[in-house]
């Protein structure tokens, strides 16, 4: 049986392909050298994607800073983030890189360093939780060297997203559009921009390598849509903008799969429409919001399907129903027994806003994109017949989900 927070497990979802000896690399402790690529691993968190090893990377504070040109955007592309034609990389670089900033932290373990993104004039700065979950002072540097004090506003470790604000941002720095990772496609040209090893402002490039993708965050929940690229993502990018050809943020660069720690082409961003009602939430009151449905489900494999008299269907049989959740509230109704081996009198859940369901990352990622308080249609086949249910998206309780 699957959570809707956790869909997927060793037996089904939407894992990747497990690579032998993977890595998670996020953000990570460096020493004082900048450099030292075997120190970085070795201080590396470590967690799980898709069963196989992935490390988290932070850098030390100190390292070289490169200069480059900057340019700003015009106002009417910033609004309305649709150029109409793609961008040379180096425009994008060019652009972009003014608005990329890095963040450098003190901790009780000594110093860390990991890239971030402004995107508003207001002074808000988007970079991963693990980059700063753990500072108890944090600075932030633009290109131009331009210093200024963060306050972190909050953190949510169960996206790895965490936004820090800065009192004024400086003259002649345009924020970052963001962009629809919904539309991404696998080939596309993307770059990344973030502050390896401490070298401020660096640029890679690279292709969305495939969609949907499925990382843990840092607190073990699952992260949907994560985009894998081959654009070079090394210690201290953790944080960072990955763009599109037209200069709009389309994820935040934070994980590698790594035997060592050091890049290999395959990078994780988590997706910017799986960021971006988290960032509101956490801007507006401090703390980030989930939307959740309340219920766990199974996959109708064909031997259940079998089981049941539904065979040719496909979806999701609701186990149980959490009686704090929307589901619960729109009349849902759960299998007799939760964990009985075949889960009779629960409906099955085929379709969610008109999209087919599957399994349970799939309910995960209808839902994942979605701020508390929308709506949403359920399409169930309850005694063999189809009825809609409508939905109206609660905040996940804190007791649901736990690091595993």
């Not at 988007?126 to 600075?139: C, P, Q």
């Not at 640029?203 to 849509?225: D, H, M, Y």
Request: charged residues 20%; hydrophobic residues 40%.
């Amino acid at each position: 049986m699957q959570d809707e927070t956790n869909p997927t497990t060793p037996d089904g979802g939407n894992t990747p392909p497990k690579p032998k000896g993977m890595k998670r690399v996020g953000a990570i402790a460096l020493p004082a050298v900048v450099g030292a690529v075997t120190a970085l691993a070795v201080l590396a968190g470590t967690g799980q994607l898709g069963g196989g090893d992935t490390t988290i990377i932070r850098e030390t504070a100190t390292g070289v800073t490169t200069s480059m040109s900057s340019a700003r955007d015009t106002a009417a592309e910033a609004e309305s983030g649709v150029p109409s034609k793609g961008l040379s990389v180096a425009e994008v670089v060019k652009r972009k890189s003014p608005a990329v900033v890095s963040i450098s932290n003190e901790t009780t373990q000594g110093g860390s360093l990991g890239s971030g993104f402004l995107i508003d004039a207001a002074g808000h700065i988007i970079t991963n939780a693990h980059v700063v979950d753990s500072a108890s002072k944090t600075t932030v540097t633009f290109k131009d060297g331009t210093e200024a004090e963060g306050t972190i506003l909050g953190v949510d470790t169960s996206t790895d997203v965490a936004v820090v604000k800065i009192d004024k941002v400086p003259t002649g720095v345009s924020p970052l559009p963001l962009g629809n990772s919904g539309g991404l496609t696998v080939g596309q040209e993307v770059v990344a921009i973030g502050n390896p090893y401490g070298y401020s402002g660096t640029a890679t490039t690279g292709i969305v390598s495939a969609l949907e993708r499925v990382i843990k965050s840092p607190s073990g929940f699952t992260i949907q849509n994560a985009i894998q690229t081959d654009a070079a993502i090394n210690q201290g990018n953790s944080g960072g903008p990955l763009f599109d050809r037209d200069g709009r943020v389309i994820g935040i660069n934070s994980q590698i799969a790594s035997k060592n720690g050091g890049n290999v082409g395959i990078g994780f961003a988590v997706p910017i429409d799986t960021v971006r009602p988290i960032v509101a939430s956490i801007i507006a009151s401090g703390t980030a919001q989930h939307a959740w449905i309340g219920i766990q489900g199974r996959e109708l494999t064909p031997g259940l399907a079998e089981k049941l008299g539904l065979v040719g269907k496909r979806g999701v049989i609701v186990a149980s129903l959490d009686d704090r959740g929307p589901a619960n509230d729109a009349g849902m109704k759960a299998a007799d027994s939760a964990d009985a081996a075949v889960p009779k009198g629960g409906d099955l859940i085929v379709a969610i806003n008109g999209t087919p369901i599957a399994d349970m990352a799939d309910v995960s990622k209808a839902v994942a994109s979605r701020k508390v308080g929308d709506q949403i249609t359920i399409t169930v086949l309850r005694d063999g017949k189809s009825e809609t249910l409508t939905l109206t998206l609660k905040d996940r309780p804190a007791d649901i989900g736990a690091k595993k």
